[in-house]
């Protein structure tokens, strides 16, 4: 069975890790579940749900999701031991980005993605934020040199989108490619 670890951060665009989350749940896999504190503050904000909602949502979908507290250094997946098939920082923000590329571990989060760095395994970044500056472009430009995958949250119309669940779609479905699991939920160009 396949393990991520899925953190939302405090950027706009909580519902894409959130819609991340159902589907690695539906399709079987086990997800490990961050969530910084703007990160609540954001999704509470952008979504109504609180975290409390999310928790109770995720777990009638399935049972193979572990939430671990955004302090928790103690949790398994801070450590290169635990083996995970990867991680997505969905959406992730500036600060968020910035530790990760000097590896700054202040919290679960930003140690996570750099034990996925160190032991080679999936890092994909999802960042939201508009628009860049250099400092930005710098610091994605060195997680991409490291192996990271950026993968901006950036709008297509080659599919047709005909609403803001499409776009969202979308993005969760580019994820997915680049994780390996098969999905359906955009039309790919063709």
Request: proline residues 7%; hydrophobic residues 40%.
């Given at each position: 069975m396949r393990e991520y670890i899925i953190s939302i951060t405090g950027a706009s665009g909580s519902i894409l890790g959130l819609r991340l989350i159902e589907e690695l749940l539906k399709s079987d896999c086990k997800v490990h579940f961050l969530i910084s504190k703007n990160g609540c503050s954001v999704m509470k904000y952008e979504t109504g749900f609180t975290f409390d909602d999310v928790v109770q949502h995720f777990k009638?979908?399935?049972?193979?999701?572990n939430i671990y507290d955004v302090d928790d250094m103690f949790a398994?997946?801070?450590s290169g031991?635990?083996?995970?098939?990867?991680?997505?920082?969905?959406?992730?923000?500036?600060?968020?980005?910035?530790?990760?590329a000097c590896g700054i571990s202040i919290n679960l989060i930003h140690r996570s993605?750099?034990?996925?760095?160190?032991?080679?395994?999936?890092?994909?970044?999802?960042?939201?934020?508009?628009?860049?500056?250099?400092?930005?472009?710098?610091?994605?430009?060195l997680l991409s040199e490291m192996g990271a995958y950026i993968l901006p949250a950036v709008m297509t119309?080659?599919?047709?989108?005909?609403?803001?669940?499409?776009?969202?779609?979308?993005i969760v479905g580019r994820v997915l490619d680049v994780l390996g699991i098969e999905n359906d939920l955009y039309n790919r160009w063709n």
């Open positions: 009638k979908i399935s049972e193979k999701i398994p997946i801070a031991s635990y083996k995970s098939d990867g991680m997505v920082v969905i959406p992730c923000s500036m600060g968020t980005l910035s530790s990760i993605a750099d034990v996925c760095l160190k032991e080679k395994r999936k890092l994909i970044i999802v960042p939201r934020e508009t628009p860049f500056n250099l400092i930005h472009l710098k610091n994605m430009a119309f080659y599919n047709k989108p005909s609403s803001v669940d499409d776009m969202v779609n979308f």
